[in-house]
Structures are given as C-alpha cells and as structure tokens.
C-alpha cells in the first residue's frame, strides 16, 4: 500500500488503542488504526441473550466463528477485549503507583497519581462509569454515574464483612447505570462478559472508533496482523508491516509515529520480532528488559453457598455480574509481605452450575441438594498484586508459529515468596469474611491462577532497566509508543483497563503536541 | 505445595475474560469439538439425536438407567427426559480416553449386575441398583479432582459419569428452568432490590 504517510498508526484497537486513536483523531492527528481481527457488529455477532441449551456442547460461546479472529490466545476483531470485558473500572491509587516507595518492593510508576488523575476523570466523563464515592485512601472516587444496587447476596457478605471491620462498596463498572452519551442504560441481563449487544457496557469499537471515524482523521484497516515494525538506519521507525489475515497476502503502511497496543503479550511479542539491525534482540531493546517483569495478576477463589439464602426462592439477580466489591484493606494492617489484594465476588453467572457435581450423593435427596443451594451459590475471587521477578518473562517459541507463520508468544510465570504469602492471606480472608456471612465452604481454590496481563515493556525513569519514559515513549526510539498493560511497572491488585484508558488518554495529549512540534 | 512453589508455569494463553478458579466452572461439553456446526449461532441443538453416537444400544440402556438413578424425576422432569444421556454420548464421543473409560466402566457395572448370570443392570429392580451403586458414589464423591492417588476405574468412570450427569442435566431446559427455576437473562428497567426479609 504504497502513498500516504499517516502522522501515527496505531497497532491494536482494544481499550488502550481505541482510547489513544480518538484522542489523537480529535486532536487533528492523521490516524490509521491497524486490527488483525474483522469488523464486528456489537449489536447483531455477539450471542448475547442465549442460553447453554441452545448449544449442543452447552457452552455459551462468546462470538461467531464467523469472527475467527476470537480464538482462546488472541482477540482479534474491532474493540479486541473490550467487547468481552467485565467493565471494572477502578483508579489506581496514590500508593498504586509508588510500591517502591511506600514498602521497597515491586517498581515505582515514574509518575504519581496527581500526574493522571485529569485523565482518569477524561475517561469517566467521555465512556461513563458508575459507582460510589466511597472516599477510600486506596480506591481513589471518581466521577460517577449512580451506582447500581447490590444483590441480596451482596447485602448478605456486607454485613459479614462489616464484623471483621472489612468494607464492602458497590462495584464501580464502565457500564451506564443511566442512558448517557446516546447509550441506553444497562438491562441486566448478565451477559457482559458474552458481548452487550447495546452498548451500555462500554467497548472501544461502539464508543470511541466509531465517533472518532466521523472526524475524517481516523482511518481503520481490518484483518491486517502486525508483524514488524520497521525501524531504519536513522533509529526512527518508519510504519508497521503486516500479513492479510485472509489472504495472507504482506502489507505495509507508513507513519511518523508507531504505536504498539496489542494487549500486553502480543504487544511484546510484536517488539520482539521486529529484529534489526540496530536492534538484534528486538525493537526498543536496548536495556534488555523487553519481555521481562511479566507481573500478570493472580486470584484465588473461595466457592460456598450462603446459609441465609439456601432453599429460598429464587430470584432473578443475573444484573450485570457483580454489583459489589471487597477493596483492599491490608495497606494498614500488620503483615508478613508486600503489597495488597483485593476481592471480586459474585460475578458468576447462574447459568452456570459446575458446582452441582460436587454435591454429595445421588438420587431424589441429591436433586434437592442442588436445588435448595442454586439460590445460595456465590463465588469468592480474591485479586492479588504479584511482583517482578527473573522467572517470569514473556518470550518467544521460534519453534510454534501461528497460522500466519508467526512465531507464539510464551508466558513464564513463577510465583515468588511473596505472591504465595498474598495468595495465602487472601484465601484466608476470604474463608473468614464468608464464615462471617453464614455461608457453607464447597471448595477453595489452592493454586494461584493468573489474569490481566500486565507488564514486559515497563515505564520507567531509567533507560537500563526500562523500556519506555512516562509517556509511553520509548527510550530507544523517539517515535515509538508502546500503550497498553504491557507498559505497567507495578501491578496493583486492581483490574487494570481504566488505568490503561487513562493512559493512553494522557499519551494522546504529549503526542499530539511532539507532532505538532515536528519533535517525532 | 511445596513442589507447586517450584513449579514454573509455562502458559499459552490467558483467558479473555475473567479466570474463575474452579475446574467445575467449565463444563466437560466445553473441551469437546466445540463446533462440528457450521456456526456457533444458536441451534435447535435441544432437538435429540435418533441413536447414540458412541455407546451401543445395550450400553445406552444402561447409561440411560443411570443417569435416571443419579437425576430421577420427581415433581419435575429426570435426566433421561432432560436428554442427558445424548449429551453424554456427544461429549464421551469426543474424547478418546473418556471413550475407554465408559467403555470399561459400563462393562463393570455388568459384572456387577451379574451379566454372567443374564442379568442387565437396567432391568435390576431399583433397590438392587441402589445398593450397587451407594458406595460407588461415595467413593467418587470422595475423590477430589487434582488429588493424587487414582481411584480404582469403576470410581473414576462414576465420577465422571455424575459429573457429565450434573453438567448435562442443570444445562438443559428441563434441569435449568424447569427443575431449578432459573429467572435471568432478561430485560429490566431496574435491578430489583431484595425480596427477602433479613
């Protein structure tokens, strides 16, 4: 594709690529954003109200194959992960962004709170996020829609909770709680994490692209999976190369700028590949750590049924998954590690009824086992935050290649001292609180599981022991930007997208003004 | 868990959506070809096969007797009426070890039965039944996935039995509406605030 030069191309359309390609476009940046994935239609492709019946394997399946590009390792299509995100929507603290600081462990942000706070409130105002003022030193308040009301169940581990001097505050979601921004407001299906096929639960494609394409300043290319980014003699990359995820056929756009948002893994995976000259061991290298300080979360989880609850009626409480929240409370507590937890609950959705296999015996008692608890079942899943270390890295298997012949993206993930004592602590709080509650323990889950993607391309002050400055910029080459999960020093026990949207939102304003300065 | 903490973990892909901690969150059906259909759209998947797939006709009758052991019907539909005995077909026949493990478990539930004597565990009367399968649900529900020792093969052909039981049962219709009286997925104006006194 020979022609024009575009001011940036934007690799990855998910929360952080979305977010970052409005911003610029709005700013009068010439953007192109490139997707690997197909168009989706958020309101007709998803399987948003089916039910497990419908599916001979019961499973409800979160896309059409017709949308091959939603496969278990990547999620390709316009809006990448947003479309099948819960929604969480938390701010990192002060605390958050300064681990070293406060307890020499884990990476400082070479920022602080105040520095992205504004852009947190940009997010909230532009997508819309509901919640509490809760006035939490941990959970900074934002600015909110009206929080959604908790489940009786809910209601239920507060008042636990409360007897051990634990706060339970009401789930703060990108999910509209009223009709705003020409969206209606949530209907409680419960289906978020299937596709919500109105757009009350915010995604990038329906969102920000979408409204962004209207400027005439953003550009979309679909199916077009990034496989390099090209960098020339002059240590400045020059635009991306790509492969036609239908044709197969190699493809190439220039830009001044490049930015890489691809979610974390892939992000890294694409820096590594993109081998040259100057940068043998991948793009923006030079420190060595691209790929290492892979800090993804890890969760626990606590199953059990809530005494109260057990053979009552049901009730429709699908909502939109869960309504409350167990913020981190360790901070100011004694204890024998670093860091923090959090505590996600009920989030489980009632079509699903794995558990009932675990109920003991069989027959006419076994069936009204089953059904008495089916009101009562909730699920405990404590997030923690896990700190760098040499063992877990992100690096690639030249071995595996994908069916576009690219190399697979490994994930080494080792669990320090720390992380274990984190895991330890919150499965025993979250045994506690729920004993508290009344509730009858099915299982608890012994063996950290890992989720949100985090880390490999890290901020920092330092050129030698991080890839990127405070603005996502890379210390290596002046017009390349990496904005995503990959980019977070630390980790939080936070669900990490609002920080991500924040960030790129703040990314966007330094960019647009470096264009503008003929600086990239 | 002292090994575990040694344990590097090498991991291809992290879900796409939230990571629930429990195996039993995902349904045997879900690791089965998830789409010999064209389309993932949603299908008249309910509609039941005319035969079995995998089992012989003698075998279905006995899967078909066990699943109505473990799920009977009572005031509300059992576990043949809900279809799961062709959901346990569609999900053994996707799997070559469940295949051998069926396969051999239903031959030792004939033993059991006393098939050298011409006698068929299906037409047992129910007591017989009962007491042969008592202490092998016992057994399975004892048995905790992930646990190392592995239980003889007819306690593990009855844990997976139960376990495809349950998935195939609280899934359909009949077990999911009908049985447990599911009342979401639907439109509200409002979240509805708590019905019960506490």
Known sequence: ?520 | MSDRRDTLKIIGAIGTTCAFPFSADELYGQQAPAHDHASETPAQAAAMPAKPVFFTDKEFDTVKALADLIIPPTDTPGAVQAGVPFYIDYVVNSNESWKKLFREGLAWLEEAAGISNGKRFHMLDEETQIGILTPLVKSADRWKTGSKSTPALEVRFMKAFKSMTADGYFTSKAGLVDALGYKGNTVLSEFPTCIHEH
């Open chain 1, 1 to 520: 594709m020979p022609g024009k030069t575009y001011d940036v191309v934007i690799v990855g359309s998910g929360a952080s690529g979305g977010t970052l390609s409005a911003h610029l476009a709005r700013q009068g940046v010439d953007v192109l954003l490139l997707e690997g994935g197909p168009k989706v239609n958020t309101r007709t492709d998803f399987n948003t109200h089916a039910m497990p019946f419908q599916f001979p394997n019961r499973h409800i399946p979160t896309m059409k194959p017709g949308k091959a590009g939603f496969d278990s390792e990547r999620t390709r299509g316009i809006g990448g992960k947003s479309l099948t995100w819960n929604a969480v929507a938390w701010r990192y603290s002060a605390r958050d962004f300064k681990g070293k600081t406060y307890e020499g462990a884990g990476e400082d942000w070479p920022f602080e709170y105040k520095d992205i706070a504004p852009y947190y409130s940009t997010v909230e105002k532009e997508v819309g996020v509901c919640g509490n003022r809760d006035g939490l030193e941990d959970l900074p308040d934002g600015e909110f829609l009206p929080p959604v009301p908790m489940k009786c169940s809910d209601e239920i581990v507060k008042k636990g909770a409360t007897k051990l001097g634990v706060k339970v505050i009401h789930v703060r979601k990108a999910t509209l709680s009223r009709a705003a921004f020409n969206r209606p407001a949530c209907h409680f299906c419960g289906n978020c994490m299937a596709g919500c096929d109105v757009v009350a639960k915010y995604n990038s494609a329906d969102v920000h692209i979408v409204p962004a394409q209207r400027t005439g300043k953003l550009e979309v290319r679909h199916n077009a999976i990034a496989r390099e980014v090209i960098v020339n003699n002059e240590n400045k990359v020059t635009g991306v190369r790509y492969i036609d995820r239908e044709t197969k056929a190699e493809g190439e756009v220039s830009a001044r700028s490049v930015v890489v948002s691809c979610a974390c893994v892939q992000s890294v995976a694409l820096l590594l590949m993109s081998k040259s000259r100057l940068y043998p061991n991948g793009l923006a290298n030079s420190s060595g750590h691209l790929g290492k300080n892979f800090i993804p979360h890890f969760t626990g989880g606590v199953q059990c049924f809530l005494g109260e609850l057990i053979g009552k009626p049901v009730t429709n409480d699908e909502g939109f998954l869960d309504h409350a929240y167990v913020p981190s409370f360790m901070h100011n507590r004694k204890r024998d590690y670093a860091r923090s937890f959090g505590i996600q609950f009920n989030y489980q959705n009632r079509r699903a009824v794995g558990w009932a296999r675990d109920i003991a015996g069989f027959g006419p008692s076994y069936k009204k086992a089953v059904k008495d608890r089916y009101p009562a079942f909730l699920t405990f899943s404590p997030y923690g935050e896990m700190l760098p270390n040499p063992k877990s890295f992100i690096d690639l298997d030249w071995e595996k290649k994908d069916a576009w012949g690219l190399p697979l993206a490994r994930r080494n993930v080792f669990w320090g001292d720390n992380d274990w004592k984190i895991f330890h602590d919150m499965t025993d709080w979250s045994r506690r609180i729920l004993e508290a509650s009344g509730a009858e323990i099915l299982a608890v889950s012994d063996e950290p599981r890992t989720n949100h993607e985090l880390g490999g391309c890290r901020m920092g002050k330092d050129p030698k022991t991080s890839v990127l400055n405070e603005w996502c910029q890379s210390h290596d080459v002046k017009n390349l930007f990496v904005v995503d999960g990959s980019v977070f020093p630390s980790a939080s026990e936070k669900n990490p997208t609002h920080t991500m949207m924040a960030l790129a939102a703040r990314t966007a304003v330094y960019m647009a003004e470096q264009l503008k300065k003929g600086a990239l």
